[in-house]
């Protein structure tokens, strides 16, 4: 890279292949920098020059050419993985010999049957990093960050692995504020609506006929928490979503159920308890009671974790600031 004035940064690309996919299609890549920062890309040729403030100039040059790196690496450039170069443009610490599955350097990566997963933001990184460290772990926080959905990719990638021989996907089946009253069908039929957002995370790493036969043969299961107690969860990873909905006598029945070779993962929202007024959230007590044990781990996500659609952290933000003023 060369600089010319204070107003202008200029970056060079040899592949001019590679430099159209940096900008994407009709340079949509370089308007959502454009957009993120405050800076105008302008192209000629295979050079990008950044008009803008030094500090702005700065953060979209480190982007681009991150960017440019992952496609020299045979990755693909969408608006997710620019999202992610934001967030993470501060450079963390290399990870330990544990996480060496990763590749090199800083970068982790989750590799599923259909697609390759990386965290987006160092809460996220964090978290997945604690998930293959510790047999029991704790994500909490608002939703949208990626704490089911990362949990869901580590299982699929320990499946593959061989480090698991089952998956087995739990929450509570409590409505979300409303009575749906009676539902027709079999049972598999009355709890599905509540299991959905599991299925959808599966349908993301599995492809479906690979999925419909690990289901037929129990190596992936998909239940409410109540079908969960007497049973001994063993050689499995095991992931207990929406668990502010979960009792006390519920939470502790299903931590109680981790057997030999699993590894366990509790995600939650402590603001979206849907339980009856006077019922203790089981979630907030297991952090209250287990929080000092080694080999159990807390992550925990805020608003600026959010990776859905950008509103989405500031309504949270907006409802957060009300019930504090409250």
Do not use: W
């Not at 933001?121 to 978290?127: D, H, I």
């Not at 998909?222 to 050689?235: C, V, Y």
């Amino acid at each position: 890279m060369s600089t010319g004035t204070l107003s202008e940064a200029v970056l060079e690309f040899p592949d001019n292949r590679l430099l159209i996919e940096l900008c994407g299609e009709f340079d949509r890549n370089l308007t959502d920098i454009e957009t993120r920062v405050g800076v105008q890309i302008l192209r000629r040729g295979n050079i990008l020059a950044i008009h803008g403030e030094p500090s702005a100039q700065a953060e979209a040059t480190e982007v681009l050419q991150s960017l440019y790196q992952r496609l020299e690496q045979g990755r693909s450039v969408g608006r997710g993985d620019i999202d992610r170069e934001f967030r993470m443009s501060e450079k963390a610490e290399t990870p330990d010999h544990q996480l060496d599955m990763f590749g090199s350097g800083d970068r982790i990566e989750i590799k599923t049957r259909k697609k390759l997963i990386e965290p987006r933001t160092e809460a996220q990184k964090a978290y997945v990093k604690s998930l293959y460290e510790n047999e029991l772990a704790f994500g909490i926080g608002p939703a949208g960050t990626g704490k089911t959905y990362l949990a869901v990719a580590v299982g699929v990638n320990m499946f593959i692995q061989g480090h698991v021989d089952k998956i087995i996907l739990s929450r509570p089946a409590v409505e979300a504020g409303e009575r749906l009253g009676f539902l027709p069908g079999d049972m598999k039929d009355k709890v599905d609506p509540y299991m959905q957002p599991l299925y959808d995370a599966l349908n993301d790493f599995l492809p479906g006929k690979q999925l419909a036969r690990m289901m037929e043969e129990k190596t992936v299961e998909i239940a409410p928490l109540a079908f969960m107690r007497g049973r001994t969860l063993s050689h499995a990873f095991v992931v207990l979503d929406e668990a502010q909905n979960a009792t006390s006598m519920q939470m502790k029945m299903f931590l109680t159920r981790l057997g030999e070779g699993s590894r366990m993962v509790i995600t939650g929202d402590r603001s979206q308890v849907d339980l009856p007024r006077g019922v203790q959230s089981g979630l907030r007590d297991a952090e209250r009671i287990l929080n000092h044990i080694e080999k159990i781990s807390f992550n925990y996500f805020t608003a600026k974790d959010v990776v859905r659609h950008p509103l989405v952290a500031k309504i949270i933000d907006a409802y957060d600031r009300d019930s504090e003023s409250g």
